[in-house]
């Protein structure tokens, strides 16, 4: 079972950058499909990106496309999530996710796909 825990959140004006952090312990980092998350106040969790096992399958919600990378390095059991160019509508907290059971290694965009969690880090994007 993995244990996520986030890191690298904080506050930037608009067009910053910042990058965030999520080391896994307690498992088998390079077979689990992981994800960011996010979820701003009054607002649902949403899908920001996904990436495979090896780390060559990525996918990315469309709002982020260009301003976001996720990456992963399976040595240090850590996956990334570089933001840059960042807007207010980027303010949220920011989770990441463990798929430990995928068999097929293939990322999601679901939720639900998704069964360990982060405690989540804080961004915030001032104007």
């Known amino acids: 079972q993995a244990h996520l825990v986030e890191s690298g959140g904080g506050s930037v004006q608009t067009g910053g950058s910042l990058r965030l952090s999520c080391a896994a312990s307690?498992?088998?980092?390079?077979?689990?499909?992981m994800g960011w998350f996010r979820q701003a106040p009054g607002k649902e969790r949403e899908f920001v990106a996904t990436?495979?096992?090896?780390?060559?399958?990525?996918s990315y919600k469309d709002s982020v496309k260009g301003r976001f990378t996720i990456f992963r390095d399976n040595a240090e059991n850590t996956v990334y999530l570089q933001m840059s160019s960042l807007k207010p509508e980027d303010t949220a907290v920011y989770y990441c996710?463990?798929?430990?059971?995928?068999?097929?290694?293939?990322?999601?965009?679901?939720?639900?796909?998704?069964?360990?969690w982060g405690q989540g880090t804080q961004v915030t994007v001032s104007s």
């Open positions: 996710a463990a798929d430990v059971n995928s068999v097929s290694g293939a990322v999601s965009v679901l939720t639900e796909a998704y069964d360990q």
């Open positions: 307690g498992g088998a980092f390079s077979r689990y499909v």
């Open positions: 990436i495979s096992w090896s780390g060559r399958r990525t």
